[in-house]
């Protein structure tokens, strides 16, 4: 297990429901967290972002004004706040595929389903600390790489374009078919 | 507080830039290796959350009054958006908290209510029985839980009111394929 000096970190928790905050700054604090904290939903949740500058938010998906999807969004526009890099961490009790997608295309580093273990919420921390994955930014998205790992099986075409964008080469089921053995 | 700054390797390619921001908290991870006995961080922050459980109770107490009342206010003002929004809502908080205050048996009936409400195309055809027939069971299962039979009944009620649910989804979106998909569809693809 990774060792992280909790109480060096900042975080940003929104939920609307109180119970769940004081349930995630209990484990927070458990950690070893000290900076802790809190606002009630998206509108509060991103004028506490622009306070505290927090280094990791984790972040309820429905909240009232406006909800964690549409929070991360405002968050990941480059040069329109202190950090847009941040780490978003979407705790929900969503977890459909579709719910899971739109949360990776609008910027969500993590997610984590409730509902939530110490365990779980732990490894969702120690991936964004200790394994930041790239940022990429094309004309319809700004957020961390939605590549997580290469795909050696994957057959199609490389999306990217450009020179060096085929970084992770991806092979024709055509060519597949015609190499040797 | 003052911003941090960040500075960015940037690579730009035809269609898109990857960007390498600095990792400002790769600083607060240490490469020792945690040794056996050591204080073990997620099982403090287990210790801490069973500290806190004699509350948890009361917590449930809160939030199957809380669905109770947006029920009521269903049934008196109809399924507007406000109405909806606020009966989803607090189903939806019970489905991902019932298990974490030591009542996971309670979060299926609420998962079936939300399920109910997020898929029917015009929730104004929910029949209103099949919503306190939810709420009640999201309720008698928390009520009746220290019960020797509790889960199984509970197990039996849930099943009971998914397929009572499914049939007027499926019903309901006769026309509409993509959602007939999601809802006879495959569990979750978050890991654990």
Known sequence: ?181 | MAPHKNTAAIATYGDHEVIKPENKLRKYVSDTPFVPGEDDPVARAEAALAAMSGEFGSMMDEECDRLDKERRAVLKHGFTKATTEKLFHAAHDIKGQAATFGYPAVASAADSLCRLIEYTPDTTRIPTKLVDQHVDAVRAIYREYTRSDAQDLAALLSSRLREVTDEFLIRENRNRPDILEQITGGPSIVPE
Do not use: C
Request: hydrophobic share 40%; proline share 6%.
């Open chain 1, 1 to 181: 297990m990774v060792r992280i000096d909790f109480n060096r970190l900042r975080f940003l928790v929104i939920d609307d429901n109180a119970h769940m905050r004081r349930i995630l700054r209990t484990l927070l604090h458990g950690f070893g967290a000290r900076e802790v904290y809190e606002a009630e939903d998206g509108a509060a949740g991103l004028e506490a972002f622009t306070h505290y500058i927090p280094d990791i938010i984790i972040t309820d998906w429905a909240m009232p004004i406006f909800d964690g999807l549409e929070l991360a969004q405002m968050i990941r526009q480059p040069g329109a706040n202190a950090n847009p890099y941040v780490a978003i961490i979407m705790l929900t009790g969503h977890s459909e595929k579709k719910r899971v997608t739109a949360a990776r295309d609008a910027g969500v580093t993590e997610f984590l389903a409730k509902p939530i273990s110490a365990k779980g919420l732990y490894q969702r921390i120690v991936n964004v600390v200790a394994n930041p994955r790239p940022f990429i930014k094309t004309k319809t998205y700004f957020g961390p790489d939605r590549r997580r790992n290469v795909n050696a099986s994957y057959v199609g075409p490389e999306r990217r374009k450009g020179g060096k964008a085929d970084l992770i080469r991806q092979t024709a089921l055509l060519e597949k078919v015609r190499s040797p053995g």
